[in-house]
C-alpha cells in the first residue's frame, strides 16, 4: 500500500521531510494501490503527500485508475526526458479521457486533427518547427517585451484598484493573472480578429477536454469550442491574411526537411499549441504566485520595494507548486525504469511538481526558500529536446505580474475564507482559479524592511 503522511501540513506550509528517496521499487507497481484518483478534489488540494509517498514508495508506479505509469523521482524524470530516442514525446496531446463518438463527430466536423507539430513531435520536422518558435520567445524578444508587460499590467491593475475601492474587492484571477498573458501573447505574436475573451475561452475548454475528466455532455460542449478554434486557425492559416512579422506568417514561410513548405495542418497543431501553451500556463503561475505571496506573512511589500524578490518567489513557486504539474511519455521499446521494467507503448506520466520536491536535489523541499543555492533546478519547464521554448516569456510576465501588483494594490489581503479556493484539477494543470483580494484601507508602501530574506 502507498501510504501518505498524513500529518503532513498544507501546501505553502510545509509537508514533513523524508530522508532520502528508497532504492528501486520492483513490487507493488501493478497492485490497487490507497493512491486516490488524479482528479479526486482532496489529491488537487493537497497532493504533497501523496507526492512523497509516491517517490519514496513506488517511484514508477502503475495508477489503474488512468493506465498511466506515474514517473516521480527527479533523477528518474531527467533520464526520461533526457532520452527521446526510448522516451517519446507521442503522446503529450492525448485526450486522457477516451473521446465518444458524438465528441468525434465534432471535432471531425471542424476539420479537427493534431499531427506531430512541437510538442507531441518527435520526428525529422521537429527541431526546424521549434526553431521558429523560439525566434519569437528568445532572450532579446523577452526583455523587450517587459514595457508591452508592464503596460498591460498596469492597464488591468487600474481596472483592479477601482473596483477595490468601489466595492470593496475584487478576484485578481480573471481580473489579472489569466488576462495578462492572453494580452501578451496575443502583442508577440501578431495575433489579430480574435477577443482575449474568445481566445483564453477556446484555450480552457481545449485544456479540459483534453486534459480534464469531463462529463459526455460536458464534453459535447467542450468539443464545440476546441472545433470552433481549430477552424478559426485554419482560416488564419489559410487566408493568406496574417500579418508581416506574425507568428502564423513565420510558420507559413517554414519550409520542411525536405524543403516542401509546412502543410496547413500541421502549422495549425503547432499554432493550436502555442496559443494555448503560452496564456493558460502562464495565468495559472501567476495565479498560484499571487496567492502564496499573499499568504506568506510580509512577502507583499518586500516584492513591491526590493530588487529580484519578485523573480526569486517566482522560481520557487515554479519548484514547488507549478502550473504544469505532470507530462507524458510513451516508451519506443521494452525499458527498465527506477527498477521496474516496462513494456513497450507504456504511457508515462511524469510527475514534475512532485520532483521539485524531492529531497534528493532540494534540501528541506517543503520550505519556500528563494534563495536556495539550486534554485533553478526544478523540472517545471521539462528538460531537452522538448524543453518549454517560453520559460523567459513565463518567468519574466510572472515577475513582472507580481512586483506590479504589490505596487499598484500595496493594502490588499486576501478575502476572509480565500486562502482554500477553487482549484483548476486537470491531468497536467493545477492553480486556484479565485484570487479574491480586499483592501482593509489605503495603506502606504512601507519604507521599513519587513520579514526574513528565506520564507
Ligand atoms: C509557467 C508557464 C509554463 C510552463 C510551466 C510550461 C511548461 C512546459 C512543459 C513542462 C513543457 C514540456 C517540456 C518537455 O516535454 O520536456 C512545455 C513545452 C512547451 N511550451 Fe511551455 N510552459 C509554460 C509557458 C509557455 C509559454 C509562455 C510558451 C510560449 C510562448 C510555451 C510554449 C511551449 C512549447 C511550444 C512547448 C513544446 C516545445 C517542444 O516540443 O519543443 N510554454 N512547456
Same mark, same amino acid.
Given at each position: 500500500m502507498i501510504s501518505p503522511d498524513l500529518d503532513a501540513p498544507a501546501p505553502g506550509r510545509g509537508t514533513a521531510p523524508h530522508g532520502p528517496a528508497a532504492g528501486? #521499487?520492483? $513490487?507493488?507497481?501493478?497492485?490497487? $494501490?490507497? $493512491?486516490?484518483? $488524479?482528479?479526486d478534489d482532496g489529491f488537487i488540494g493537497n497532493p504533497y503527500p501523496w507526492l512523497d509517498a509516491l517517490r519514496v514508495q513506488a517511484p514508477v508506479h502503475h495508477d489503474p485508475g488512468t493506465g498511466l505509469w506515474l514517473v516521480s523521482r527527479h533523477r528518474d524524470i531527467r533520464r526520461v526526458l533526457l532520452d527521446p530516442d526510448r522516451f517519446l514525446p507521442d503522446n503529450a496531446q492525448h485526450a486522457v479521457t477516451p473521446l465518444p463518438v458524438a465528441v468525434l463527430r465534432i471535432l471531425a466536423r471542424a476539420g479537427f486533427t493534431l499531427p506531430p507539430a512541437l510538442a507531441n513531435n518527435g520526428t525529422a520536422s521537429h527541431p526546424g518547427l521549434r526553431r521558429v518558435v523560439t525566434r519569437f520567445f528568445n532572450a532579446h524578444r523577452v526583455a523587450s517585451a517587459v514595457p508591452v508587460i508592464e503596460r498591460i499590467a498596469d492597464e488591468l491593475l487600474s481596472v483592479a484598484r477601482a473596483r477595490i475601492d468601489t466595492t470593496g474587492g475584487c478576484d485578481l484571477f480573471t481580473s489579472f493573472a489569466q488576462a495578462l498573458p492572453c494580452r501578451v501573447l496575443m502583442e508577440l505574436l501578431g495575433i489579430r480578429h480574435v477577443d482575449a475573451a474568445t481566445l483564453m475561452r477556446w484555450s480552457d475548454a481545449s485544456l479540459e477536454l483534453f486534459w480534464g475528466r469531463p462529463t459526455p455532455q460536458r464534453q459535447l460542449e467542450l468539443a464545440e469550442r476546441v472545433g470552433e478554434f481549430h477552424q478559426w486557425l485554419t482560416q488564419a492559416v489559410r487566408?493568406?491574411?496574417? #500579418?508581416?512579422?506574425s507568428f502564423i506568417a513565420a510558420l507559413t514561410r517554414h519550409r520542411l526537411p525536405d524543403g516542401k513548405p509546412l502543410d496547413v495542418e500541421t502549422a495549425v497543431g503547432a499554432c493550436f499549441f502555442v496559443f494555448i501553451a503560452g496564456q493558460s500556463t502562464t495565468g495559472q503561475l501567476i495565479s498560484t504566485v499571487l496567492h502564496r505571496a499573499l499568504t506568506e506573512p510580509g512577502l507583499w511589500p518586500r516584492v513591491a520595494r526590493e530588487a529580484g524578490v519578485a523573480e526569486a518567489w517566482v522560481e520557487e513557486v515554479l519548484r514547488r507548486e507549478p502550473p504544469v504539474t505532470t507530462w507524458r511519455r510513451v516508451t519506443a521499446c521494452t525499458t527498465e525504469l527506477g527498477g521496474v521494467q516496462l513494456p513497450a507503448g507504456a504511457q508515462l506520466l511524469l510527475m514534475l511538481m512532485g520532483s521539485g520536491s524531492d529531497p534528493e536535489v532540494f534540501a528541506h523541499p517543503e520550505r519556500m526558500c528563494p534563495h536556495r543555492p539550486n534554485i533553478r533546478h526544478h523540472l517545471a519547464f521539462g528538460?531537452?529536446?522538448?524543453?518549454?521554448?517560453?520559460a523567459s516569456l513565463a518567468r519574466t510576465e510572472a515577475a513582472v505580474a507580481l512586483r506590479a501588483a504589490a505596487r499598484r494594490l500595496p493594502g490588499v489581503r486576501l478575502t476572509a475564507?480565500?486562502?482554500e479556493p477553487p482549484m483548476l484539477g486537470l491531468l497536467s494543470f493545477r492553480a486556484p482559479l479565485q484570487v479574491a483580494v480586499e483592501s482593509p484601507g489605503d495603506a502606504p508602501v512601507p519604507t521599513a524592511a519587513v520579514g526574513p530574506r528565506s520564507t
Amino acid at each position: 500500500m502507498i501510504s501518505p503522511d498524513l500529518d503532513a501540513p498544507a501546501p505553502g506550509r510545509g509537508t514533513a521531510p523524508h530522508g532520502p528517496a528508497a532504492g528501486p #521499487a520492483t $513490487l507493488g507497481n501493478r497492485e490497487p $494501490l490507497g $493512491l486516490p484518483d $488524479l482528479f479526486d478534489d482532496g489529491f488537487i488540494g493537497n497532493p504533497y503527500p501523496w507526492l512523497d509517498a509516491l517517490r519514496v514508495q513506488a517511484p514508477v508506479h502503475h495508477d489503474p485508475g488512468t493506465g498511466l505509469w506515474l514517473v516521480s523521482r527527479h533523477r528518474d524524470i531527467r533520464r526520461v526526458l533526457l532520452d527521446p530516442d526510448r522516451f517519446l514525446p507521442d503522446n503529450a496531446q492525448h485526450a486522457v479521457t477516451p473521446l465518444p463518438v458524438a465528441v468525434l463527430r465534432i471535432l471531425a466536423r471542424a476539420g479537427f486533427t493534431l499531427p506531430p507539430a512541437l510538442a507531441n513531435n518527435g520526428t525529422a520536422s521537429h527541431p526546424g518547427l521549434r526553431r521558429v518558435v523560439t525566434r519569437f520567445f528568445n532572450a532579446h524578444r523577452v526583455a523587450s517585451a517587459v514595457p508591452v508587460i508592464e503596460r498591460i499590467a498596469d492597464e488591468l491593475l487600474s481596472v483592479a484598484r477601482a473596483r477595490i475601492d468601489t466595492t470593496g474587492g475584487c478576484d485578481l484571477f480573471t481580473s489579472f493573472a489569466q488576462a495578462l498573458p492572453c494580452r501578451v501573447l496575443m502583442e508577440l505574436l501578431g495575433i489579430r480578429h480574435v477577443d482575449a475573451a474568445t481566445l483564453m475561452r477556446w484555450s480552457d475548454a481545449s485544456l479540459e477536454l483534453f486534459w480534464g475528466r469531463p462529463t459526455p455532455q460536458r464534453q459535447l460542449e467542450l468539443a464545440e469550442r476546441v472545433g470552433e478554434f481549430h477552424q478559426w486557425l485554419t482560416q488564419a492559416v489559410r487566408g493568406g491574411t496574417a #500579418a508581416p512579422g506574425s507568428f502564423i506568417a513565420a510558420l507559413t514561410r517554414h519550409r520542411l526537411p525536405d524543403g516542401k513548405p509546412l502543410d496547413v495542418e500541421t502549422a495549425v497543431g503547432a499554432c493550436f499549441f502555442v496559443f494555448i501553451a503560452g496564456q493558460s500556463t502562464t495565468g495559472q503561475l501567476i495565479s498560484t504566485v499571487l496567492h502564496r505571496a499573499l499568504t506568506e506573512p510580509g512577502l507583499w511589500p518586500r516584492v513591491a520595494r526590493e530588487a529580484g524578490v519578485a523573480e526569486a518567489w517566482v522560481e520557487e513557486v515554479l519548484r514547488r507548486e507549478p502550473p504544469v504539474t505532470t507530462w507524458r511519455r510513451v516508451t519506443a521499446c521494452t525499458t527498465e525504469l527506477g527498477g521496474v521494467q516496462l513494456p513497450a507503448g507504456a504511457q508515462l506520466l511524469l510527475m514534475l511538481m512532485g520532483s521539485g520536491s524531492d529531497p534528493e536535489v532540494f534540501a528541506h523541499p517543503e520550505r519556500m526558500c528563494p534563495h536556495r543555492p539550486n534554485i533553478r533546478h526544478h523540472l517545471a519547464f521539462g528538460t531537452g529536446r522538448h524543453r518549454c521554448p517560453g520559460a523567459s516569456l513565463a518567468r519574466t510576465e510572472a515577475a513582472v505580474a507580481l512586483r506590479a501588483a504589490a505596487r499598484r494594490l500595496p493594502g490588499v489581503r486576501l478575502t476572509a475564507g480565500a486562502e482554500e479556493p477553487p482549484m483548476l484539477g486537470l491531468l497536467s494543470f493545477r492553480a486556484p482559479l479565485q484570487v479574491a483580494v480586499e483592501s482593509p484601507g489605503d495603506a502606504p508602501v512601507p519604507t521599513a524592511a519587513v520579514g526574513p530574506r528565506s520564507t
